[in-house]
T-cell receptor, first 112, second 113 residues
Framework: GNSVTQMEGPVTLSEEAFLTINCTYT??????LFWYVQYPGEGLQLLLK?????DKGSNKGFEATYRKETTSFHLEKGSVQVSDSAVYFC???????????FGKGTTLSVSS | KAGVTQTPRYLIKTRGQQVTLSCSPI?????VSWYQQTPGQGLQFLFE???????NKGNFPGRFSGRQFSNSRSEMNVSTLELGDSALYLC????????????FGPGTRLTVL
């Protein structure tokens, strides 16, 4: 079935550093891919999505490109801020199309 | 447009009790999904409701149940609580299909003592 693997954390960066969080997937067909973010004590917020191969999702300076050749959907940001500190989840729809499958999450900590 | 709301935000129960959690989806959204989030298992799908019918179900015991009302609001119930049921329970709504973009509520933090 469909699955997603994301890099283990935590990721610790200084403010204005470049961020990459790796996400790779296994899927039948080309399901939509998502990045969600969870701030401390809160639920999940949709950060960005891509619905087909070669699509680039972007939001709040974050970007991710749906790459079918490498089955990847890596999250990037050129200059992180302290306020970006959170847990980031990569997700895709399961093979039956009935639910989201999430990666284990990557904790990002940004210091000033 | 108001987001997904969940009540209560925090609950403390003891083993053997039962609990009911509530979720109000975004206006116009007809699909409601529930997820359990724990440190060990991560985010796991519980079930999904559409037009008052359970359309999909994850791999959880029968102690976990839910329902959806005609206004799309949903409740989930956990009976005979166990310590392992302590988790953040997240509700998500989408327009029509569970494959549509899902928007999450803030969650209900359940602690079982």
């Amino acid at each position: 079935g469909n699955s997603v693997t994301q890099m283990e954390g935590p990721v610790t960066l200084s403010e204005e550093a470049f961020l990459t969080i790796n996400c790779t997937y296994t899927a039948t067909g080309y399901p939509s891919l998502f990045w969600y973010v969870q701030y401390p004590g809160e639920g999940l917020q949709l950060l960005l999505k891509a619905t087909k191969a070669d699509d680039k999702g972007s939001n709040k300076g974050f970007e991710a490109t749906y790459r079918k050749e490498t089955t990847s959907f890596h999250l990037e940001k050129g200059s992180v801020q302290v306020s970006d500190s959170a847990v980031y989840f990569c997700a895709l729809v399961n093979q039956a199309g009935t639910a989201l499958i999430f990666g284990k999450g990557t904790t990002l900590s940004v210091s000033s | 447009k108001a987001g997904v709301t969940q009540t209560p935000r925090y609950l403390i129960k003891t083993r053997g009790q039962q609990v009911t959690l509530s979720c109000s989806p975004i206006s116009g959204h007809r699909s409601v999904s529930w997820y359990q989030q724990t440190p060990g298992q991560g985010l796991q799908f519980l079930f999904e409701y559409f037009s008052e019918t359970q359309r999909n179900k994850g791999n959880f015991p029968g102690r976990f149940s839910g329902r959806q009302f005609s206004n799309s609001r949903s409740e989930m119930n956990v009976s005979t609580l166990e310590l392992g049921d302590s988790a953040l329970y997240l509700c998500a709504s989408s327009v029509q299909e569970s494959t549509d973009t899902q928007y999450f509520g803030p969650g209900t933090r359940l602690t079982v003592l």
